[in-house]
């Protein structure tokens, strides 16, 4: 039957696409997606050990999501006090053309009047907050940037819900950014921004009391 061939050729596509993908987060659920539907194929056309390698998949992508649920990372911000510090300029060589994806417009001159912060996770620099101040009660965020192994929300919810009474404390009550990348803009609905009306890539949050 012709169906059960696509849901075949389903699966096999689905299988591949995970393994092309960086973050281990993302490719466990596609590659759980995919297997399930190679066994499901299995099972309807009894090929059996198709369906017991697939279930068998299925199940270990399942066991690796709910480790990745449970684990408790320890973050926290190391501030870079050196704009032209080696590791953060090799930090921005390294991870150049992936930064420029969802960054287009940033410069690295903006750094000189800007505040630098790696984010540890597990003491491991997964990620770049960099923010200038607009003014005494506003800053912008200019890079939010994590790197793909580690692109899974948590190091933003860390900097803008754990994390922001450092900016609290320092008087801040609103933070702004500007995107025109799809798929950064919606990162940013996610995290707690919302558009601002007149200016559809201007995202504001407030800093919660």
């Known amino acids: 039957?012709?169906?059960?061939?696509?849901?075949?050729?389903?699966g096999s596509v689905i299988i591949a696409i995970s393994l092309m993908m960086k973050n281990i987060l993302q490719l466990r659920r596609v590659n759980l997606i995919g297997a399930t539907t190679f066994a499901i194929y299995g099972l309807l056309l009894g090929i059996y050990?198709?369906?017991?390698?697939?279930?068998?998949i299925a199940l270990v992508?399942?066991?690796y999501l709910n480790e990745m649920n449970k684990r408790k990372d320890?973050?926290?911000?190391?501030?870079?006090?050196?704009?032209?510090h080696r590791y953060l300029t090799k930090f921005l060589d390294?991870?150049?053309?992936?930064?420029?994806?969802?960054?287009p417009d940033f410069k690295r001159d903006e750094l000189g009047n800007a505040n630098c912060f790696f984010i540890l996770r597990n003491l491991m620099p997964v990620g770049l907050f960099i923010y200038k101040e607009i003014s005494a009660e506003q800053i912008k965020v200019l890079i939010d940037y994590a790197i793909p192994d580690y692109r899974d929300l948590?190091?933003?919810?860390?900097?803008?819900?754990?994390?922001?009474?450092?900016?609290?404390?320092?008087?801040?009550?609103?933070i702004i950014t500007e995107s025109y990348v799809n798929k950064h803009q919606k990162y940013l609905e996610r995290i707690g921004?919302?558009?601002?009306?007149?200016?559809?890539?201007?995202?504001?949050?407030?800093?919660?009391e």
């Open 74 to 84: 320890f973050f926290s911000l190391m501030p870079v006090l050196d704009s032209s």
């Open 61 to 63: 992508d399942l066991y």
């Open 94 to 103: 390294f991870y150049k053309k992936d930064i420029k994806k969802f960054f």
């Open 154 to 174: 948590k190091n933003g919810k860390f900097v803008y819900d754990t994390e922001s009474a450092f900016l609290r404390e320092k008087g801040y009550k609103e």
């Open 1 to 10: 039957m012709i169906w059960l061939q696509l849901l075949g050729y389903t």
């Open 193 to 208: 921004f919302v558009r601002v009306e007149q200016q559809q890539n201007l995202f504001l949050r407030k800093i919660e």
């Open 49 to 56: 050990p198709v369906l017991l390698l697939n279930g068998f």
